[in-house]
């Protein structure tokens, strides 16, 4: 009689100090895929004690010098040779990334995968352009000297992530830590843990990163990271997560006076104007915000559209709307997954009640889709139309596939609107006029303006928000140099005892 095959489960360890090792107590928790509900992989339940063990050991990477005290020209040259082994054995990451966050593997494999490597390698190359030491104008206030400014690593840095991008998070928080000689930990989210396993066993294959520098700490609940932000031997976290969470950790980094970039939740406005070109604005609407089924913190969740084509433009979005196929993730004919567990599902279909009890209207969406069986976190994509602008549905962050809309007729009071929001992570014009579209973005209060796109990011580019949607940037010399110390040294030009007339304050 032919037997039924049990749906294979990994069992991952982490990395501490170059090994892989299991929790302190020993005790695992279950990774789920969010399209079927099945456990795909066991990790190790980290505690306190673990990241304990890592920050020891990234304190002790650092103080060797194996790395920190490495030319920048010597770091980026190994993290290029890296790239070469990264590239080739991440041929099955887009579908482990796919089974574990719900990323329709299309999306996974054109996008986060090739994205998460250039971004290492780009950290690296950018990395050479920043300079360590800049000499600082001529001084002769009070006397002559001659004044440099020198920049070293931070020091141990932690990064600390959530489900929504895996994969291209573990390489914003490791690559420009490293590339700028530090030594880091990486605390995955608990729902998320396998691809960062993966970067690091891939690192770790190539021999070439002295142990100790990267580390990596899972666990199901929020320990592990409080341990990260609360210990004084760690110099600086990199956080990415929501709001509320960051709040707790700018309080509890605050004990030690680390440095804090904060990477926050999102409800970003775009605009349409009437000129806008509708094939591409609305297709690009749906990209910003039905992409990863919405869970991205820059997703065009709050569109403005200009009364004279607003008939126009919704009749054409919800026809699109409709149309996209929700299914499995690691489906190739999938274009939106599931969202990541039965709280956030849950949470999501609530919000949507929520905004239709507050006025808007429920253009398409607003459920379960007919098409997917009873396993799996799937939600349509949702269009709100005519959403109250003060209502949940139009002020927060849902983080799931819904869009709310909202009409518009005077430019002025339109962005007044858009940036009516605690938050200020992105935000889009929709325009053929360039120069009229530039003139809105500059007065749009938020970190990213995209004309006529959307989601596109560019390691050379800075990423960050507004307001409560951060503080500090990430990528480029802007995010590289966020990994640095600034030290200014005089240099005493022989000044002679008598001109030393500051010392006759006191001594004179
Ligand atoms: P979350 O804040 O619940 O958790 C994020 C990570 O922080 C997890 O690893 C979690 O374990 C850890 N954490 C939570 N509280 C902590 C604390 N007090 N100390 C230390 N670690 C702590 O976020 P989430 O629900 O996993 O992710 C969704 C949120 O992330 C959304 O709000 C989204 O907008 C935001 N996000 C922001 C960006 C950005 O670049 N601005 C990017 C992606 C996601």
């Known amino acids: 009689m032919a037997t039924i095959a049990e749906p294979k489960v990994a069992t991952y360890q982490q990395y501490i100090d170059g090994e892989w090792v299991g929790a302190a107590g020993g005790a695992t928790y279950e990774v789920i895929n969010p399209s079927t509900e099945e456990v795909i992989a066991i990790a190790p339940a980290s505690t306190r004690e673990d990241a304990q063990r890592a920050i020891a050991a990234a304190r002790r990477s650092f103080e060797a010098g194996d790395w920190s005290h490495k030319t920048q020209l010597q770091r980026s040259q190994i993290m290029f040779e890296v790239v070469k082994h990264l590239e ?25 995968v090739p994205f998460a490597i250039e971004w290492f390698r780009s950290m690296a190359e950018q990395a050479l352009s920043i300079p360590w030491y800049e000499p600082l104008p001529w001084i002769d206030q009070p006397y002559v000297s001659w004044n440099f400014v020198q920049r070293e690593p931070v020091g141990v840095c932690a990064g600390i992530v959530p489900w929504n991008f895996p994969l291209l998070f573990t390489m ?10 530090n030594s880091v930990i990486l605390k995955p989210a608990a729902q998320t843990p396998l691809t960062a396993l993966e970067v690091a066993r891939a690192i770790d294959e190539t021999g070439l990163i002295p142990k100790g520098v990267i580390n990596v ?59 806008a070109d509708l094939d591409i604005a609305i297709d690009g609407t749906l990209f910003g915000v039905f992409m990863q089924q919405g869970e991205a913190c820059e997703a065009g969740t709050r569109v403005y559209v200009h009364d004279d084509i607003y008939d126009q433009f919704i009749s054409r979005l919800v026809d699109s709307a409709r149309a996209l196929r929700v299914g499995d993730a690691t489906d190739f004919d999938t274009q939106v997954g599931p969202v990541i567990n039965r709280q956030q599902y849950d949470s999501v279909l609530a919000r949507i009640r929520q905004g239709v009890a507050d006025g808007a209207t429920l253009a398409c969406g607003g459920g379960r889709p007919a098409s997917v069986g009873d396993r799996g976190f799937f939600i349509e994509p949702t269009v709100l139309t005519d959403v109250p602008s003060d209502s949940t549905a139009a002020t927060e962050e849902i983080f799931g596939p819904v869009l709310a809309v909202q009409r518009w007729s005077d430019i002025n009071e339109v ?54 949607s951060g503080v500090g940037r990430e990528h480029g010399i802007y995010g590289l140099r966020e990994y640095t110390e600034v030290k200014h040294i005089m240099v005493d030009q022989n000044v002679p005892r008598r001109d030393r007339y500051l010392w006759d304050t006191l001594l004179g």
């Open 88 to 112: 080739e054995v991440s041929g099955g990451w887009g579908f482990l990334e796919s089974q574990n966050n719900g990323s329709p593997i299309r999306k996974a494999s054109v996008i986060d």
């Open 172 to 181: 914003w928080k490791i690559a420009p830590a490293i590339a700028m000689g």
């Open 217 to 275: 700490v899972t666990g199901p609940t929020i320990d592990p990271g409080a341990e990260l932000v609360e210990n004084p031997e760690v110099d600086k976290v990199a956080f990415t997560g929501s709001t509320a969470s960051g709040r707790n950790v700018m309080r509890e980094a605050a004990a030690t006076i680390k440095h804090v970039v904060l990477e926050l939740g999102g409800k970003s406005a775009s605009i349409v104007c009437p000129d």
């Open 415 to 468: 962005i007044q609107r858009a940036n009516r929001s605690i938050y200020g992570l992105a935000g889009g014009v929709w325009s053929r006029d360039t120069r009229g579209a530039i003139e809105i973005a500059k007065q749009m209060r938020c970190g990213t303006v995209w004309i006529n796109d959307w989601h596109l990011l560019n390691p050379a580019a800075p990423l960050g928000g507004y307001r409560q």
